[in-house]
């Protein structure tokens, strides 16, 4: 994966998000860097055409705002708005807009709160951009203690530690969601998973469906209209889970929610393996939930693309879990996502035509094929992205676009919809051409395999033929580039009658283009397989799944394994007897780019900067209760032992004025205080 670079403006100091940004990308194994516009700077950063957003190429924009900073909260929503709206227009890449906390006295506002809702309104419906608002930030990951007055007043840093980490934990996941596959197919196991109980032997009436397995049940149905399908894997007798489905009273999950099903004894790997068949899809497009981990461990070793996770045993812990594991997160539901469950319904029928139809000509001719292949509209953006990072399999060269980067390519984008008499298949196909010479020279042309081996690709591939004629064009010139998984496309393009090679490109006349026709063979082929193209994929860690969702699912936790992280890595020993000068060692050894060796090693000299000193001084106040003063900070005799000497002597002067405010007490208030205490 090509280097991906996570560029940040904020209003306020951002920087102490990047060690929570750097903790993820190695949790996650991404190759991505973070970059800071100017400070305080984000509206500069925004419209600046040289700013490290607008060269931003593979990546994520990031702006954190705090909305209360704004005079006129309505009009900087507004301003905001337009803002990312022009950023996005030049750099191609998605924008997320966070909306942070302002300080608590000033949370709860309803005018701070509406300017959120006017922004993310503003931006909604625009799938290169995210709003997450200061709500949505507070139920993923709330953190009660966020503000630090001390950070603000020293150096704009309004945040304690677990609050960044709550940010770039957010920023992370949604960068993750954005530059990783999303997988398709939910497949889950039925007897205590969909229920409490064993339905063979407390019969359909018998399980018990409490509200801990009915939040799962409405989870699924919500991914289900976030376009993905749900399918039923279960070791039982298939008439008494269908009947729990239709029957019992309780159940959310009902027959007609569920796309495909396998419930016999036969293990569940094959089962999952003829799932894919039937829905023509990867393994790797698989999550399968059980409450039983050998279930899944079997899976994982006969599949192990197929994210297959083992859920909490307690039924009310399983919907928190699943909230968190990130590759069940959603970004922009389009209407093709919407529509994919009962297109599968249709698709069903189809397949009950085919197999009726006398021969696959027959069948096809039946269909009343209508192929629409026209120019891409603005609401065409989020479904044409999506085709680019998922299709595989008819896919002359695999090239991925983002909704923003389908804004900035160099020629005209079609797209391709497709019906019969049966239904819609929706938007299916994406190509991208530009004439160059006497040549239509086409970069991007892929179909969804949904529509394969019914005669798509040569009707479009007739219009781009047209197309080229009409701007008296004398050839079509198709750019191909093999992957693992793209022999279909190869196959079609070696299969063209009068094509020839140019380089990458396969070459055809016009006229050869206008003519192209499909050629039904007497048995159909088989489809490149499911399970063919599931072995070629990469295998899923379940492992880092669970442990994000387990032991990374609160700011706190993510705060504690970045410490454990560090605390891991032995740093170089300093050779004191002094606590508190092995304690300040210690802290410039996990800021600084090179750990101090000596109790005269000066700060400065070992790369710290003004940010690195506030942080610093965050660090003294919270592991040794001194809030040191500016004075003592900015100043060239900065070493480990100096400043160990300051820290003692402001320790010892606030207790000196403790006890100057204690002696000024009576004896009852002391006592008051002593009470209070405990």
């Not at 992205?385 to 991925?400: P, Y």
């Not at 929706?426 to 239509?440: D, F, I, P």
Request: charged share 25%.
């Amino acid at each position: 994966m090509d280097a991906i670079r996570v560029a940040v403006a904020a209003s306020f100091t951002a920087d102490p998000i990047d060690e929570t940004l750097r903790h993820w990308w190695d949790e996650w194994d991404l190759p991505a860097h973070t970059t800071f516009a100017p400070y305080n700077q984000v509206f500069q950063a925004l419209l600046d055409d040289g700013g490290p957003l607008a060269g931003n190429r593979h990546g994520v924009n990031v702006v954190l705002i705090r909305v209360d900073q704004w005079p006129d909260a309505e009009a900087g929503a507004d301003d905001l708005a337009d803002a990312v709206r022009d950023s996005a227009d030049r750099a191609p890449v998605p924008h997320l807009v966070v909306c942070c906390p302002p300080p608590p006295g000033n949370a709860g506002d309803p005018a701070l709160a509406a300017a959120e809702a006017r922004l993310a309104g503003a931006l909604s419906g625009d799938p290169r951009v995210r709003v997450i608002t200061g709500v949505d930030l507070a139920t993923l990951y709330p953190v009660p203690d966020y503000h630090d007055p001390y950070g603000e007043r020293s150096a704009d840093v309004p945040y304690t530690r677990t609050m960044f980490a709550a940010l770039g934990t957010a920023v992370a996941r949604a960068a993750h969601a954005w530059l990783t596959p999303r997988p398709k197919v939910i497949a889950v196991d039925a007897d205590n998973t969909l229920w409490d109980g064993v339905v063979g032997e407390d019969g359909v009436r018998g399980v018990r469906v409490g509200p801990g397995r009915r939040a799962f049940q409405e989870f699924l149905l919500a991914q289900r209209a976030a376009g993905r399908l749900i399918a039923i894997c279960s070791k039982n007798a298939e008439a008494d889970v269908l009947a729990v489905l239709a029957e019992h009273p309780d159940m959310v999950l009902r027959p007609e929610h569920v796309t495909a099903h396998r419930i016999d004894w036969q293990p569940k790997s094959a089962n999952l393996a003829a799932l894919a068949a039937e829905l023509d899809l990867g393994l790797d497009a698989f999550v399968f939930l059980d409450d039983n981990p050998v279930e899944c461990a079997e899976v994982r070793a006969a599949h192990p693309e197929v994210l297959a996770l083992a859920l909490p045993a307690e039924p009310d812990a399983v919907l928190p879990y699943l909230r968190h594991c990130w590759p069940l997160d959603v970004t922009e539901v389009t209407d093709d996502d919407r529509n994919r469950a009962e297109r599968y319904v249709v698709e069903a029928r189809r397949r009950a035509a085919r197999a009726a139809a006398p021969s696959l000509a027959s069948f096809l001719d039946g269909l009343g094929l209508v192929v629409d292949v026209r120019p891409m509209t603005s609401t065409d953006l989020a479904r044409t992205a999506q085709l680019t990072q998922r299709t595989n399999q008819f896919n002359l060269t695999t090239v991925r676009r983002t909704a923003a980067e389908l804004g900035t390519v160099d020629g005209e984008v079609l797209v391709v919809d497709v019906r019969d008499r049966l239904g819609s298949y929706g938007q299916v196909g994406v190509v991208v051409h530009r004439a160059h010479g006497a040549r239509l020279e086409v970069e991007t042309f892929l179909l969804s395999c949904r529509v394969l081996g019914r005669g798509v690709e040569h009707r479009v591939l007739a219009s781009l033929g047209a197309l080229a004629r009409e701007q008296g064009l004398t050839e079509v010139a198709l750019a191909y580039s093999p992957t693992e998984r793209n022999r279909p496309g190869y196959d079609f393009l070696s299969g063209l009658p009068g094509v020839r090679r140019d380089g990458t490109a396969f070459v055809i006349s016009v006229a050869d283009a206008v003519a192209a026709r499909y050629e039904p063979q007497s048995v159909r082929p088989a489809p490149a397989g499911a399970e063919t193209a599931a072995r070629l994929a990469p295998p899923a860690d379940a492992d880092r799944v669970h442990r994000t969702a387990t032991t990374r699912s609160t700011a706190g936790q993510v705060l504690a394994a970045i410490e454990a992280r560090r605390s891991s890595t032995p740093a170089a020993a300093v050779d004191t007897d002094d606590p508190t000068e092995a304690q300040v060692a210690a802290i410039w050894a996990e800021l600084l780019d090179f750990p101090p060796t000596s109790v005269n090693d000066n700060f400065h000299e070992l790369g710290g900067g003004s940010l690195t000193l506030v942080r610093f001084a965050v660090r003294v106040r919270d592991d040794f209760g001194v809030e040191l003063p500016v004075d003592a900070l900015f100043t060239d005799a900065f070493t480990v032992a100096d400043i160990a000497r300051t820290i003692r002597e402001h320790s010892s002067a606030n207790v000196d004025e403790l006890l100057a405010e204690l002696a000024q007490l009576s004896d009852d208030e002391v006592r008051a205080l002593l009470d209070a205490d405990r």
